[in-house]
Nanobody, 119 residues
Framework: QVQVVESGGGLVQAGGSLRLSCAVS????????IDWYRQAPGKQRELVAV???????NYAESVKGRFAISRDNAKNTVYLQMNNLNAADTAVYLC?????????????WGQGTQVTVSS
């Protein structure tokens, strides 16, 4: 079984910064992709940033230049550094891990962490 646990959310003023963490643990032979999504009330879930096993990254246009995704393979943890936050970044941030188990790929989601940006 694989667990995905996010942390680091909170309340921050506009222009501030937060760093989210996504820790993946459990029985997996490899982690292929870890990505961050966010979902604001009344809106669809949006892909924010992704990092693959080769450390290739990609970002939503709305966060390019402000957010940075990185991974610590020794800790099976991915970080999302969020700078210059604004009210539009307010959402629940969810982490998804695509992992390999016995030759198959599975995806696992965390429960999310709330980010609230006050203007």
């Amino acid at each position: 079984q694989v667990q995905v646990v996010e942390s680091g959310g909170g309340l921050v003023q506009a222009g501030g910064s937060l760093r989210l963490s996504c820790a993946v643990s459990g029985s997996t032979s490899s982690i292929y992709i870890i990505d961050w999504y966010r979902q604001a009330p009344g809106k669809q879930r949006e892909l924010v940033a992704v990092i693959n096993s080769e450390d290739s990254t990609n970002y939503a246009e709305s966060v390019k230049g402000r957010f940075a995704i990185s991974r610590d393979n020794a800790k099976n943890t991915v970080y999302l550094q969020m700078n210059n936050l604004n009210a539009a970044d307010t959402a629940v941030y969810l982490c998804r891990a695509v992992v390999g188990i016995r030759g198959y790929q599975y995806q696992f989601w965390g429960q999310g962490t709330q980010v609230t940006v006050s203007s």
